[in-house]
């Protein structure tokens, strides 16, 4: 803290705050700049806490000063923040801050009990010590509810967050002020307890204030008490206060939830009877979580009680949304705990509460239960509410959106379906036969003599019926013939019957063919799926319909037995309904959904979409521009584009107006949605150059948002570089020109930065470099050059990268004499050697890891053994082969016989016409590649690599060297290695090749 404001200065503070709440942006922006400016100050957060203690000044100019001094806790507190409160105005604030417990607003009081928490996450116990005692004391006061409610929510919020922190010496801490408090608390919860009994609303007509409080206080203390409990308690089994509180819960559920039911019709209170008995749910869903073993002893207790609860008529009257899906949740979970399933040898199971626990849950789920708990479920939870049917009607597009996710811990339909499948797949030999006899009687005709159901409940039962066996379809695999059901029943089902109200129907059946898709579809039955998709998808049928039928024909398209050939006749109406439900719906998430299915039919149809994709091309341009807000959706856009381009090939180019914009904004990280955009961005712009032909201005000044991705997003290095890569390839002059000494530059700092992996990648497009230009690629990554050379030497850099070092001098050395020697002179220079001696080391080196396989690639062995080869024609003096002969020759025997034909002793590695040794990538069929395979596979081509014949580089090599320093010079060579080939046996196996 630089400066220092005084005491006098709160006037001036207080009057900042007031001017910050107005409403007029003239007044407010200056005092929001002013405070900002002041959070470095000395004195400042003094003054926000005089404001807001004054409870004489406005309610929104205390708030505002409570958030900031919240705020500045954040920033400053911790002694090693830069710009740290002093710590004598921290002292003065932490016990000014401990006599706030009578604030009477309860929105500045909960705030200045979560500021009170964030101080006590850095400071308590150590640097405030009186913090604890003091909030105990305030609530054990019994004379004054406003200060003992205060407190306790203070209270609340320090636990929070003191339970939250997970070093061991923080939670041994936290573990003896558990020890200390817990039993207090616990009474202290049992007395305010005894207000939640319905009795004591008997003749009440409204609620006085005494059962708001108590409510409150109740209400702090199970979420203390939760907290205390999960976090604090190391065993919680054998802890007697513990138990005792789990008992308590048991038996206070139903009691809560009879006296929510009899509580006048006040919201408010109505809303904290349901948070207190929602808290004991979670309580009991995170002991299971945590300390499963604490709960053994009552799992069947457990239970019955949520069975109970949850799934008998008389007691659906206390149920609400929120405390049914954490009872549902709970049940799954106990079915699932991995801490009550014995060993499979039953004598191995480590734990007695394990046998405990298993033996009760046996026991209570019998196959009476166990049916009855899933005739119930399908009875009573998955049929339609009419509140989504209201919602189907108003909004159906919202209506068709599927949460997915984690959704099942909130919704109540995600949560129903999920125990509904839980429960199946953990006892599907009880199930399975129940499930095929509710589905065989809800096909046969209805006895009209018995017809409880009106048609909406009849309509509403089988649509529960059909969404269970769909959800369940991997498990009825074997036992139900879905090809059959789906030609004689459902399909006539679906065309017989155009009542209004059998939408619901027509939609499941729809729904439930693209579950059995993914487990159960014979091909033969796929055209006539096709034909009555489109039905569904006409612009007269119903969107949620439409959107359905959508989302099945993308898990027909997505299946492994799609095939084309059979989709085909079915193409041209396809797109074009698919297109049509694209421009009619509204929301985000549905024009995302349709997206999503064109992606899908692009991919795997390929080029035969293309009559087609006109319409779809030009709205793409317009719906980009509506989206502007919505980041998701332009993702959902980038991909369809993605695969459109890779579809249309060369002929993307004609998109280019719209591409290069849109590639150029979703890759400049300077705007703000680069976060959403940058990775489908960056493949559509891998895929336009793919498939671009040349390389015209805006392409080339696009690369302009490259050099900032390179430096900053480590995430997305590989597709930053398989651009660059592209960009080499396309226009190799016209690109390297502009950007050669950018790339250097930027390539030279990956290098010092990058684990292996990574600089792999990066040297392989300077290897690709090298290939296309020998002696001008060794000019653009001079400074580099010497760095490799030296790795070389030194013998310090992973085999991987070792390798491609070797791969690039061989290219020098083979293509660049001169280069070459000027490396070298440099590199003695620099450690003070002499050149020959360098070059020695070199050779070394390079046989050295041919013959230990540390360069594993064929076309980087051939590479360097064709450097070595080139060696015989570098001056005598300067190489001194005299002393190598032997390592050389017999490493160039080993290299043809890797690469060579055992029989025929031909190379292995040469490409002949019909041969390319390169595979289309990314291309969505087969039979498609890409401009830029096409310019790999060129470039291959052309490398001697492939196109020279191992043997015949050597033995032009050595004729070389003969005419270069005479015969007599080579025989002299021929005579050393004789001499070092004692057996032979060198000489004897390289005449077989050369």
């Not at 999960?230 to 559920?253: C, H, K, N, W």
Request: overall charge negative; proline content about 5%.
């Amino acid at each position: 803290m630089n400066e220092t404001m005084s005491s006098v200065d709160v006037a001036v503070v207080l009057d900042t705050l007031s001017r910050a709440v107005s409403q007029e942006s003239s007044v407010f922006k200056p005092a929001e700049e002013c405070l900002k400016s002041w959070e470095n100050t000395q004195g400042f957060y003094s003054a926000l806490l005089a404001v807001f203690s004054n409870q004489s000044i406005a309610v929104n100019v205390r708030l505002l000063a409570v958030l900031y001094f919240k705020n500045g806790v954040d920033r400053y507190w911790r002694s090693t923040a830069p710009h740290a409160i002093p710590e004598n105005e921290k002292i003065s604030a932490k016990q000014k801050l401990l006599s706030v417990f009578s604030e009477p607003v309860s929105q500045i009081a909960t705030q200045l009990a979560v500021l009170i928490g964030k101080i006590a996450r850095i400071d308590c116990p150590r640097n405030w010590p009186t913090l604890i005692p003091t909030l105990l004391d305030g609530i054990k006061s019994p004379y004054d509810d406003l200060s003992q409610q205060r407190s306790l929510l203070m209270f609340y919020h320090v636990i929070k967050t003191l339970a939250s922190k997970r070093l061991s010496a923080d939670r041994r801490l936290f573990r003896d002020l558990t020890k200390n408090i817990f039993g207090y608390i616990f009474h202290l919860w049992k007395t305010h307890s005894v207000m939640l009994d319905a009795t004591q609303l008997q003749g009440l007509v409204s609620p006085s204030a005494k059962i708001t409080t108590e409510l409150q206080k109740n209400l702090l203390l199970i979420k203390i008490l939760r907290n205390l409990l999960v976090y604090g308690i190391e065993d919680v089994p054998t802890d007697e206060s513990a138990s005792r509180f789990l008992g308590s819960i048991l038996q206070m559920i139903p009691t809560v939830l009879e006296f929510r039911l009899a509580l006048p019709g006040v919201p408010a209170l109505q809303e904290i009877a349901e948070k207190i008995v929602c808290n004991m749910m979670k309580c009991l869903n995170d002991v299971l979580d945590n300390h499963p073993f604490s709960l053994a002893t009552s799992v069947q207790v457990i239970l019955e009680l949520l069975t109970t609860t949850a799934f008998q008529t008389s007691n659906q009257r206390l149920l609400f949304e929120r405390f049914t899906v954490l009872c549902l949740n709970l049940i799954k979970s106990i079915i699932l705990c991995d801490d009550y399933r014995p060993a499979r040898d039953v004598g191995q199971t480590k734990n007695p509460l394990t046998l405990l626990a298993s033996g009760q849950r046996s026991q209570f789920f019998s196959p009476d239960t166990v049916s009855g708990v899933m005739q119930r479920l399908v009875s009573l939870y998955l049929p339609l509410t009419p509140d989504e049917l209201s919602q189907w009607d108003e909004s159906p597009e919202e209506f068709s959106f599927d949460e997915g996710g984690e959704s099942w811990k909130f919704n109540l339909r995600s949560s129903s379906e999920v125990l509904f499948v839980t429960i199946f797949k953990e006892y599907n030999d009880i199930l399975i036969p129940i499930i095929l006899t509710m589905l065989k009687q809800s096909q046969s005709p209805p006895d009209p003599a018995n017809q409880p159901l009106t048609p909406l409940d009849a309509i509403l039962a089988k649509d529960a019926l059909y969404n269970a066996v769909g959800l369940v379809a991997h498990d009825l695999y074997d036992v139900l013939n879905f090809d059959d059901w789906f030609s004689n029943h459902l399909l006539g089902e679906i065309q017989s019957n155009s009542a209004p109200e059998f939408k619901i129907i027509r939609r499941r059946v729809i729904w439930l063919v693209g579950e059995w898709l993914q487990v159960k579809f014979s091909p033969q039955y796929r055209p006539l799926l096709y034909q009555t998709l489109l039905v569904f998808l006409r612009p007269q049928e119903d969107v949620v319909i439409r959107l359905t039928a959508a989302n099945t024909m993308k898990h027909a398209v997505d299946d492994f037995e799609f095939k084309v050939d059979q989709f085909l006749p079915f193409l041209e109406n396809s797109f074009y309904s698919l297109y049509q439900l694209l421009l009619e719906v509204c929301e985000c998430d549905s024009k995302m959904q349709v997206l999503n299915v064109f992606s899908f039919l692009i991919e795997r149809v390929g080029h035969q979409i293309r009559p087609y994709s006109t319409m779809l091309i030009n709205y793409l341009p317009s719906l980009w521009e509506e989206s502007s807000e919505h980041n998701m959706l332009r993702c959902a856009i980038l991909s369809t584009v993605v695969k459109l381009v890779e579809t249309l090939g060369p002929d993307s180019q004609l998109l280019y107006p719209f591409l290069i914009p849109v590639i150029q904004f979703s890759t400049d990280i300077n705007q703000a949605s680069h976060i959403y955009l940058l990775e489908d961005g960056l493949d559509l712009w891998h895929v336009t150059l793919q498939n671009a032909t040349s390389l015209n201005l805006e392409l080339l000044q696009m690369f302009a948002n490259m050099p900032l991705l390179l430096d900053r997003s480590s995430e997305y290095l590989r597709n930053c570089l398989q651009i660059v890569e592209c960009y080499v390839l396309l226009a190799p002059v016209q690109f390297l020109q502009t950007y050669s000494e950018t790339l250097s530059h930027t390539f030279q700092n990956l290098l010092s930065d990058l684990k292996t992996e990574g600089c792999v990648l990066v040297l392989r497009i300077v290897e690709t470099i090298f290939k296309m230009f020998h002696t001008d690629g060794c000019r653009m990554f001079q400074n580099l050059l010497p760095g490799f050379l030296g790795a070389i030497l030194q013998d310090k850099e992973h085999p991987t990268v070792m390798s491609i070092y070797i791969s690039l001098f061989s290219i020098i050395i083979i293509n660049s004499h001169d280069v070459f020697l000027q490396l070298l002179q440099h590199c003695s220079q620099k450690a003070n050697l002499k050149t020959t001696d360098v070059l020695k080391m070199f050779i070394s080196q390079v046989i050295c890891k041919i013959q230990g396989e540390m360069i594993t690639q064929p076309e980087r062995q051939k590479m360097a053994a064709m450097a070595l080869a080139t060696m015989f024609t570098y001056e005598p003096e300067f190489v001194q082969l005299g002393t190598h002969v032997y390592d050389i020759m017999s490493t160039l025997l080993q290299v043809l016989q890797d690469i060579c034909d055992p029989d025929t002793h031909t190379d292995t590695l040469i490409w002949h016409d019909k041969e390319d040794g390169l595979t289309p990538r990314n291309s969505p069929c087969e039979d498609f590649e890409s401009q830029h395979d096409i310019r790999r596979r060129d470039l291959a081509r052309n490398d001697p690599i492939h196109s020279v014949p191992f043997k015949d580089f050597i033995n032009r090599q050595f004729s070389e060297c003969q005419q270069l320093f005479g015969a007599r010079y080579f025989q002299d060579l021929m005579s050393t290695l004789c001499q070092q080939d004692t057996a032979g046996g060198l000489l004897n196996q390289l005449h077989n090749y050369l």
